[in-house]
């Protein structure tokens, strides 16, 4: 139950969240959105989702695990119905704000419980994992496009056909029994930077927030995040401005054969990864990752059959760190990589303001294309961390 929880959560994630590739252009359309509207919108959801990712890991060190698989059900339930009821740019946009805050919630909750059940194998695991969030945004601007295009309906309405799957997923949450729950919650009354558990100290969230390691991790991880989500919220809105491009047909497709080639990428790279060495494979990745991104912008209206190979690259960023940060921090990584996850959403937050700015300030053709620069910078801090762990 708690594997089928574990997967079928991250899948449920992977389809709600990526329906932006079909709904941001649509919403920009029917709002009249500018630019910089749009570039506030995507940040101000990193944000919700940051922030949310920050209350959800004081949150877990001090209740545990269970709780904030609930507390991140309740969130979602909330904003799949408010974002089928609010009429007007900022009260769309609100809604979505409570969406991807119980993204926040439900991150800190799966890696922690991922975390548990992962002992061995962490970043082949990890991995698998992380490809069911792959499938879910295949699924999502699929089947977005269809209710919204195909069908004739609102954008809204392709948010509100998955509250049913929300339900389904909502109740082995409630009967589950967690692992660590109950040690967990006894130490409810304990200081919140470091807490007994047995007769081991366990460190805390400002303890994680002390620790130099953390924040290179944090910076590193939100690049890549930058990285990995632009084709997402970008790719449609670009293609759709550059070449004119149907985002309902051509713009969902773009968006679907990224993730698609993602979820591959996930099912099949763990085995190498653990052969070649985390860090190693991360490196090689981000260094593809770059060449895929300047050879797609210089191809034009063709890009979009190149720039979708981003996905297999960036696909094993984000599981092969936090498997790094598993391995290293070990009993503590619930709490640290909680933490990280945390941090680095407030940087990837700032890119994608950003990118909103430079599609503003230099035009529509730059800010999608802005993720080049990203992408140098996530070498350069992956062979920093690199000189750090050499052997990982």
Request: with cysteine; charged share 10%.
């Amino acid at each position: 139950m708690l594997f089928i929880l574990l997967f079928g959560t991250m899948l449920m994630v992977g389809i709600v969240e990526n329906i932006k590739g079909v709904s941001y252009p649509l919403i920009r359309e029917e709002f009249n959105a500018s630019w910089d509207q749009m570039g506030l919108l995507v940040s101000m959801l990193t944000i919700a989702y940051t922030g949310f990712s920050v209350i959800a890991s004081m949150y877990l060190g001090r209740f545990g695990v269970k709780p904030s698989f609930l507390l991140g059900f309740f969130g979602l339930f909330a904003g799949l119905i408010a974002v089928f009821c609010m009429p007007g740019f900022f009260l769309a946009a609100a809604s979505l704000f409570v969406i991807f805050a119980s993204y926040g919630i439900f991150e800190i909750g799966v890696n922690a419980l991922a975390s548990k059940l992962f002992v061995k194998r962490a970043a082949l695991l990890m991995n698998l994992l992380h490809s069911f969030y792959g499938l879910g945004a295949v699924i999502g601007p699929i089947t977005a496009g269809i209710v919204a295009g195909n069908m004739g309906l609102n954008w809204r309405y392709a948010y509100i056909v998955y509250l049913p799957l929300a339900l389904a997923l909502f109740i082995p949450a409630v009967v589950v029994r967690f692992p660590g729950n109950e040690a967990e919650t006894q130490t409810a009354n304990g200081k919140a930077d470091g807490r007994a558990v047995g007769n081991e100290e366990r460190k805390g969230f400002l303890s994680a927030l002390r620790s130099p390691l953390v924040w290179l991790m944090s910076v590193t991880l939100g690049v890549m995040v930058a990285v990995e989500i632009a084709s997402a919220n970008w790719g449609a809105m670009y293609f759709q401005d550059m070449h004119n491009l149907d985002p309902n047909t051509e713009g969902a497709a773009f968006v679907a054969r990224f993730f698609v080639i993602f979820t591959i990428s996930r099912l099949v790279s763990g085995l190498f990864i653990e052969r070649i060495g985390y860090l190693r494979s991360l490196l090689g990745a981000s260094m593809i990752s770059l060449v895929i991104l300047i050879t797609g912008f210089l191809l034009g209206s063709q890009g979009i059959f190149v720039l979708p190979a981003l996905g297999f690259f960036a696909a094993i960023f984000w599981p092969t760190l936090l498997a790094i940060a598993f391995v290293h921090f070990g009993r503590d990584a619930p709490v640290f990589s909680g933490a990280i996850i945390a941090i680095s959403g407030i940087f990837s937050a700032g890119i994608q303001f950003l990118v909103g700015l430079t599609n503003q300030v230099l035009g529509s053709a730059w800010g999608y294309r802005s993720t080049v620069v990203y992408a140098a910078i996530l070498i350069i801090l992956l062979i920093i961390l690199y000189r750090k762990f050499p052997k990982k």
